[in-house]
């Protein structure tokens, strides 16, 4: 069982920035960051695989960057230029069989974290 705690979330205006961070209880090679706004589907916004060069949904390519800290099993997402349209509830997600990337049947989740801008 892997245990995963989001923080870092807020409120900012337009073209601010946030880092978030999520803390694990264990290591997991593939982590991502999802997002989920009111009324919406729950997205992937990018995601890491030791090993492998990361992946970034093309809504967040040159704004976000996701980053982790292996040996303290921490993953973060540097958040900049945000938008109105970023503003949702975002995830901390791990897995550990399967493809790592968008799709949403990750095995681990944590509880979220709000993200929102104004305009």
């Known amino acids: 069982q892997v245990q995963l705690m989001e923080s870092g979330g807020g409120s900012v205006q337009a073209g601010g920035s946030l880092r978030l961070t999520c803390a694990a209880s264990?290591?997991?090679?593939?982590m991502a960051w999802f997002r989920q706004a009111p009324g919406q589907e729950r997205e992937g916004v990018a995601r890491t695989i030791s090993g492998g060069a990361p992946v970034y949904a093309d809504s967040v390519k040159g704004r976000f960057t996701i980053s982790r800290n292996i040996d303290e099993n921490m993953l973060y997402l540097e958040m900049n230029d945000l938008k109105p349209g970023d503003t949702a509830m975002y995830y901390c997600a791990a897995r550990t069989q399967g493809i790592c990337g968008f799709r949403t049947d990750y095995t681990h989740w944590g509880q979220g974290t709000q993200v929102t801008v104004s305009s």
């Open positions: 264990r290591y997991i090679s593939c």
